[in-house]
């Protein structure tokens, strides 16, 4: 069973920075694609950035020059640096990746079980 394990939310100041984590486990062979993805009260779920394997990056363009995707592939993290943090920026953030098993005949689509972030003064 590969699981993803986010960490790093919480509550901050509008103009504030946040860091996200997350962790990729469970006897996993390759991750391809990365990324993150977060869902607002009474929306639906959205794209905030992807990274892929050789750390080619996509960013929706209301997070552009304010959020920065990274991964480290030794240990099947990605991380979401948050700077300038705004009230919009509220939402549950899931983690995702495509991860192969030696088990599996192909990737499969995995998330992580959200980490809450609020934009608050």
């Known amino acids: 069973q590969v699981q993803l394990v986010e960490s790093g939310g919480g509550l901050v100041q509008p103009g504030g920075s946040l860091r996200l984590s997350c962790a990729a486990s469970?006897?996993?062979?390759?991750?391809?694609?990365m990324g993150w993805y977060r869902q607002a009260p009474g929306k639906e779920r959205e794209l905030v950035a992807t990274i892929g394997s050789s750390g080619s990056t996509n960013y929706a363009d209301s997070v552009k020059g304010r959020f920065t995707i990274s991964r480290d592939n030794a240990k099947n993290m990605v991380y979401l640096q948050m700077n300038s943090l705004e009230p919009e920026d509220t939402a549950v953030y899931y983690c995702?990746?495509?991860?192969?098993?030696?088990?599996?005949?192909?990737?499969?689509?995995?998330w992580g079980q959200g980490t809450l972030v609020t934009v608050s003064a």
């Open positions: 995702n990746a495509h991860a192969l098993r030696i088990s599996w005949s192909g990737y499969r689509e995995i």
């Open positions: 469970g006897s996993i062979f390759s991750i391809n694609v």
